[in-house]
């Protein structure tokens, strides 16, 4: 028994070591002015998911820089889904379209109905990238437009013109 309780040790230093360098490094990384190194970090967050990721992948969707907030929603929308489902949708509302697409984006994988109102919203956003990133993701949801107004916005946002302009006749 003396021998487990040594290699539980050995793996609970090591466990410690790691989460201590990760901490570290996301601390150091943080500090940094250049999103490159924030974007590196996004990128390893993801693939390794140590402890903390989600809360550091949070933080940096709130950055600064566009190219960083988009690649921490595409993160949460991978790493998290659900649980983040209000970071995403509050991104729809993002100033940069690049984010609001990635937000529409990272909906779709999540797939969760509580996105519905927030996705049939962006399907009236100004970026055709945002809107059809929105009809993608209701698409997942089995989405039916609710009237009139929403299956000509859908029909635009999904590129069917011919088929909006013969609806609004």
């Known amino acids: ?3 487990t309780g040594l290699a539980w ?4 230093l090591r466990f410690f070591g790691h989460f201590f360098a990760v901490n570290w490094w996301t601390l150091q990384t943080l500090r940094f002015k250049k999103p490159r190194a924030k974007l590196q ?3 390893d967050l993801v693939s390794r998911e140590p402890p903390g ?3 550091t992948i949070i933080h940096l969707s709130s950055d600064g820089n566009p190219d960083v907030r988009r690649a921490a929603i595409l993160a949460l929308g991978k790493i998290d889904g659900a649980a983040s489902l209000e970071i995403l949708t509050s991104a729809l509302g993002d100033r940069e379209p690049d984010v609001r ?3 529409a984006a990272a909906l779709a994988q999540v797939r969760d109905p509580h996105s519905e109102a927030g996705l049939v919203k962006a399907l009236g956003d100004s ?4 809107r059809l990133n929105a009809a993608h993701a209701l698409k997942n949801l089995a989405w039916k437009p609710a009237d009139e107004h929403q299956t000509i916005v859908h029909a635009i946002a999904t590129g069917k013109y011919e088929e909006a302009a013969a609806i609004g006749v």
């Not at 040790?9 to 609970?12: I, L, M, S």
């Open 1 to 3: 028994s003396g021998g």
């Open 9 to 12: 040790n050995w793996a609970g």
């Open 41 to 43: 970090l996004v990128a």
């Open 53 to 55: 990721a989600k809360e």
């Open 101 to 103: 697409a990635a937000a």
């Open 127 to 130: 970026a055709a990238a945002v």
